[in-house]
Each structure stands twice: as C-alpha cells, then as structure tokens.
C-alpha cells in the first residue's frame, strides 16, 4: 500500500520528534523519581522483599501490550491512539469509551501530579531554608491549592506551545532526575559495602521470585501497584503525527521507554531493600510512617549534605510529567474532535505553533477543578486518584490490546512474528489488565479501600472510578444526540488488517470538514 501521510489532516507539526526525543518524553511522562517513591513503601508492605519480582511481573503485561501498540501503530499511525484503534476494531461506541478512559486517566494522573509537585516545592523550601514549618504549608488547604493551579498554569503555557519546547525542556528535567537516581542507587549500595547501611539485607535470588509471594491477595495488590508504576509510556504514541517516521519511531520508543524504566526501577528497588531492609525501624522500608515518601525518609542517611538533591529530583520528576502528560489527552481530544466524536473546535490546532490549543486548555481546566474540589472532599486525594487511575489504565490499554487482537484477525498465522505481536502477546496482556480491572473495581467498593473515605458507605475510589465511566457514557450519549455521524460510523468505519498500512483513516480525514477559524 502506498504511505500516506495522515498527519496533514489535522494540521500539527510533523517530523518534529525524533527518536531520543520520544523516548525522553515518554521517560518523564512515567516521572520514576515521583513515581517511585510513592508506590515503594506501599509495594514493600505487601510483599516485602519481592519488590524486584513484582515489578518484573508488572512489567510483563506493560511489555505485552506495547508489542500491540506498536503493530497498530504501524498500521494506523494516528493522534487519536487508543481511541482511533478501538473504533476501527469494535465501532465507535466502544471506541469513544476507550478514549474516554485515556483521557480520564490523564487527567486523575495531571492533578495528581500537581498535586505531588506542591508537596516537593514546600519540602525543598523547608530544607534549603532550615525550616521544616514550611513544609507544613502544603497541608493548609487554600495554600495548597493556589500553588497547585500555578503549577498547573505553568505546564499549561509550555504544552500550548510546540512540541519542540516540551521536547527541550525535557531534555533537561529528565536527565538530571535520572543522574540524581542513578547517584541515590550508587551511594545507597556504596553504604552497603561499607557495612554503614541502616539494615543491611543481602540480595537474595528469591527476591524475583513471584512465588515466593505470601497470598495471591498481596500478589494481585502489589502487581496493581507495579503496573501504575509503568503508566504513560503510550505518550510517545500519541506524539506520531509529529514524530519522524510515524509508523515505525514512536513503536520503537515505546518499547525502549518501558525497558529504560525497568532498569532503573530495579536498580532502586534492590539497592534500597539492600540498604535499608523491608523492617518496620525508623529509616526501614515496612515503616508505615515513612512508605508515603521513601526517598524524601532515605535520602538524609544516604546521601548526608546532598539529600536536597532528591528533593529536587522528585520535583523535577512531577512538574517534568506535569508538563509531558498533557501530550495525550489533548491530543486524544483533538482526533476526537477532528472525527466528529467531540465537538468542533477540539479539533482545532493553533496557526502559530501547530499544536492542539483548545484541547490543551480544556484538559488543563478540567484536572485543575478536579484537583480543587477533590483536595476538600478527601485528606488523601492523592492515594485515591492513584487508585482510581489504576482502574483507567487497566480499562483503556486492556481494550487497547483487545483490539489488536481482533483488528489484526485475519493476520494472526501469516507467520511466527505476527502470531506473536498480534495474537499471544496483546490477548495475554489484555487478559491481565482486564482481570486487574475488575478485581479492583469489586475490592474498592468496600469504605476501608485506598485511603478509607467513602461516600454513601461506597469507598471513594469505587466512587471514583464509577462516576468517571458513567460521566463518559453521558457526554456520549450527548455528542451522538448532536453530532451523529461519527457513531453511525461515517467517519471511522470498523474495519479488518490485511497485512498492510490502513488507508481507511486518511480518506475520512479527507472527508471531515475543517474547523472555521484556527485559534492562536
């Protein structure tokens, strides 16, 4: 089939992400340092020294599902993703939905986000002034807030521009958080050596051993968490309009994210459990009192005089993917303007810097008032929208690799690669999460899940999680009332691979009117 070039149809700036570019981005979207340091301790409490082995099963259906990325994106390199595919495999009504759970989890994630760079930026202040009442500060309510919204603002103003900034400033908030990691791993196992760690605990063969996990309970909540750990590696797909070679990079950069962030998550996890062991003493990893902020606990008996690095690392790490995040929901939001799926001026891209404006700001306003009006219902926002977006990953990448599966049916036996990338390894992958996703969205129902708030006696994060379905099935509902087309299949018809690059999507584009007026 002959290369089309789909990225016309929409009006971004294409060929402006390369390789090492896409990767980058996809690194800071994951932010390990934030990342990290929140899900350790929680991990640790429920399998203890098998962190190691419940990351590696974590990254298993990470891994299983990107291979289906990358055969879809190959075949349909469009800025809608998950959307874009699901529609082509199961219609349009599951593919709005799919969008829906993209777009939802990108904004729990962004407000989160926010909210985690608030909590750093009083820390780093605290500790480069000599004053720990500062860091009181991000626990006073309004305080809290109005910072979160600047955060927000600022992210706001660099993702409104071209993708070039974002890949710049990228550049360097990512490299320094991960030289301060790699140094923080270093030292860690430099105090082991020296016999100074605080409980030295020898690394052990049984520590990747999934086994040797004590109950499938603590296995099923540990690889819940691993998995939230790897989210946001599928940015570098939604960046394929821009990026060069938009059938082949962003697959390629998908799949060297995953991997980079393995590494760098094992070599944490073991030099830390080797430092400080998994035992409930002051600086020891089962310390309930420590488990919300591991590297913030560790990094005063680490690194002594240099702690603030770490600090400054985890800040870096959340405003960084602050910044990077809204890459996909704006434009997710944008294709599902250009498709007919949302209303028209989604779809537009601003004259000047060729990137989704009014999608962008639309994602900005809704996680900002999310943020707002979460941070006064509950005192542990952030452990409940960690949650809650568990369940939205599981939810849209499992219908991601679903549609793999089916769309590439009548290619499964052409030989041993395609049975593989099109058939075993997305149909596994998709399996897992969609277990994961209704194992968590049964055990959230009980009041004691997550943080232990509940409304009506429903625990939060169910609350959570079913009012953000239920609210993507109303707009639905709204948009096919308004705007039909889309959802009787005019613009994406459902569709099968025959082997080659589908063609399908750039007639459609050529058929969807264009918005009246560009902003910007």
């Known amino acids: 089939m002959s290369q089309a070039q789909p990225h016309k149809g929409k009006g971004l700036s294409a060929g402006s992400v390369g390789l090492i570019g896409a990767i980058v981005i996809g690194v800071s979207c994951i932010a390990p340092a934030y990342t990290l340091t929140a899900a350790l301790g929680p991990t640790v409490s429920e399998v203890g020294v098998q962190v190691p082995a419940i990351m590696l099963a974590g990254f298993l259906p990470m891994l299983l599902v ?3 990325y990358r055969e879809l994106n190959s075949a349909m390199p469009d800025s809608g993703t998950t959307f874009t595919w699901v529609t082509r495999a199961f219609g349009p009504w599951v593919g709005w939905m799919a969008g829906w759970g993209l ?5 729990l994630v962004l407000s989160n986000l926010a909210g985690i760079a608030v909590d750093f930026f009083f820390l780093l202040l605290a500790q480069v002034f000599g004053q720990p009442a500062i860091a009181d500060l991000a626990g006073e309510a309004g305080i809290n807030v109005l910072v979160c919204l600047l955060f927000m603002a600022g992210a706001t103003f660099i993702s409104y521009r071209d993708v070039k900034t974002t890949q710049r400033l990228q550049y360097w908030l990512v490299g320094i958080q991960v030289l301060v990691l790699l140094g923080f791993a ?3 196992i430099v105090h082991v050596a020296n016999g100074t760690a605080f409980d030295a605990t020898p690394v052990d063969p049984s520590w990747f051993n999934p086994f040797a996990v004590s109950s499938f309970t603590a296995f099923a909540a540990g690889l819940s968490l691993s998995i939230f750990i790897f989210w946001g590696w599928d940015v570098t797909l939604t960046m394929n309009e821009e990026t060069k070679g938009s059938d082949k990079t962003p697959g390629l950069a998908a799949t060297w994210t995953v991997v980079i962030i393995m590494v760098l998550y094992l070599l944490l996890a073991i030099s830390l459990i080797a430092y400080a062991g998994v035992g409930d003493g002051e600086f020891g990893l089962g310390n309930a009192d420590i488990q919300d902020n ?3 606990a ?8 240099l702690a603030v690095l770490v600090s400054l690392a985890v800040l870096m790490s ?3 993917s602050l910044q990077s995040t809204f890459v996909s929901p704006a434009r997710t939001l944008l294709a599902m303007g250009h498709y007919g799926a949302l209303p028209g001026p989604f779809a537009r891209v601003t004259e000047r810097f060729k990137s989704p404006g009014f999608a962008t700001l639309v994602a900005s306003a809704v996680a900002s008032g999310f943020y707002a009006i979460m941070r ?3 005192e542990n926002v952030l452990w409940d929208t960690i949650t809650a977006l568990g369940m939205m990953i599981c939810f849209y990448y499992g219908l991601t690799a679903f549609a793999a599966v089916w769309y590439f049916r009548r290619t499964w036996f052409q030989s041993w690669r395609t049975a593989l990338y099109r058939l075993v390894f997305p149909l596994l992958g998709g399996t897992v999460l969609a277990v994961l996703f209704v194992t968590t969205l049964i055990d959230s129902m009980d009041p004691e899940y997550g943080s232990g708030s509940n409304i009506g006696g429903l625990g939060l994060v169910f609350v959570l999680g079913i009012v ?3 609210l993507g099935v109303v707009v639905m509902i709204v948009q096919a009332v308004r705007q039909p087309a889309f959802f009787r299949g005019e613009r994406i018809a459902i569709g099968a691979s025959d082997g080659g690059r589908d063609l399908t999507l750039d007639t459609a584009m050529l058929e969807v009117p264009k918005p009246e007026q560009p902003v910007g």
Do not use: D, E, Q
């Open 66 to 68: 990107a291979f289906g």
């Open 318 to 320: 959340s405003a960084a």
């Open 376 to 378: 006064f219902i509950s």
């Open 298 to 305: 560790l990094a005063g008996p680490i690194l002594g005089p």
């Open 468 to 470: 953000t379905l239920g």
């Open 103 to 107: 777009i939802a989890a990108t904004i």
């Open 186 to 188: 270093a030292a860690a």
């Open 294 to 296: 591991v590297f913030f």
